[in-house]
Each structure stands twice: as structure tokens, then as C-alpha cells.
């Protein structure tokens, strides 16, 4: 931990981040108002800010999967 450069991304890193996060939001804000979910940029937005939570959250909360599995048990 000697080295001051230990926090730094490479270049390659930042680049997927950033495209995994702009995928994630589009994805989000997307499928939110497909769904006539409340306020879909606001899942566009959250998407865009961090990952993976709002995508789990995003399906138990407008999705519903916890009642699809709850049918198949």
C-alpha cells in the first residue's frame, strides 16, 4: 500500500463503468415506462448513479419476481 497509484482505474475500467451504468439506467427508465411505473426517471436516474442495487431493486419493487416465485413454489 506503498504505492500512491493504488486507487487509480485504468482507462478500460472507467470506460466499462461508464457503460454498464448508462446501459443499466437506459434498461430502467425503459422498461419503467413500458410498465406505467411511477416515476420511471427516477429509476433512470438512480440506474445511471450506482449499480447493481437499483436493478434488484427495481425488479421486486415495479417487476414483482418475488410473486412469481413465490407461484412456482
Same mark, same amino acid.
Given at each position: 500500500? *506503498?504505492?500512491?497509484k493504488w486507487d487509480?482505474?485504468? %482507462?478500460?475500467?472507467?470506460i466499462?463503468?461508464s %457503460? =454498464? %451504468?448508462? #446501459?443499466?439506467?437506459?434498461? =430502467?427508465?425503459?422498461? #419503467?415506462?413500458?410498465? *406505467?411505473?411511477k416515476?420511471?426517471?427516477?429509476?433512470?436516474?438512480?440506474g =445511471?448513479?450506482? #449499480?447493481?442495487?437499483p436493478?434488484?431493486?427495481y425488479?421486486? #419493487?415495479?417487476?414483482?419476481?418475488?410473486?412469481?416465485?413465490?407461484?412456482?413454489?
Open positions: 500500500m *506503498n504505492d500512491p487509480k482505474l485504468p %482507462l478500460w475500467a472507467w466499462g463503468l %457503460l =454498464l %451504468l448508462l #446501459a443499466q439506467s437506459t434498461w =430502467l427508465f425503459l422498461d #419503467a415506462r413500458k410498465r *406505467n411505473a416515476y420511471p426517471w427516477f429509476w433512470g436516474i438512480w =445511471l448513479i450506482q #449499480a447493481p442495487a436493478s434488484i431493486v425488479l421486486f #419493487a415495479v417487476r414483482k419476481i418475488h410473486r412469481i416465485w413465490s407461484r412456482k413454489k
